[in-house]
């Protein structure tokens, strides 16, 4: 059974850093993309980065720049750095895999998600 767990969130104020952190276990890992999402009250879950199985990254327009997506395929994990936070940024974030292995982009398919850490960005 796949599991995700993140770590690393918590309280920043406005133009901080945060470095987020997901530690898969149930599969090999190496073989999957994985992504970053994340949901504010009232609004939908967004992806926000994802990483390709051989390391390609995707960023949505509004983090470009400021946030960073890698991976550890020999730690099983997948980082979120993200640096100049806003307040906008506040909302929980998900860890999540891909359903399917080898897929060449990190902008879909994901069903596998973590139980989110909370990011707070104070202005």
């Known amino acids: 059974q796949v599991q995700l767990v993140e770590s690393g969130g918590g309280l920043v104020q406005d133009g901080g850093s945060l470095r987020l952190s997901c530690a898969a276990s149930g599969r090999t890992f190496s073989l999957y993309g994985m992504g970053w999402f994340r949901q504010a009250p009232g609004m939908e879950r967004e992806l926000v980065a994802g990483i390709t199985w051989n390391g390609i990254p995707y960023y949505v327009d509004s983090v470009k720049a400021r946030f960073t997506i890698s991976r550890d395929n020999a730690k099983n994990t997948v980082n979120l750095q993200m640096i100049s936070l806003r307040p906008e940024d506040t909302a929980v974030y998900f860890c999540?895999?891909?359903?399917?292995?080898?897929?060449?982009?990190?902008?879909?398919?994901?069903?596998?998600w973590g139980q989110g850490t909370q990011v707070t960005v104070s202005s």
């Open positions: 999540a895999s891909q359903s399917k292995p080898y897929i060449s982009n990190a902008r879909g398919g994901f069903d596998i």
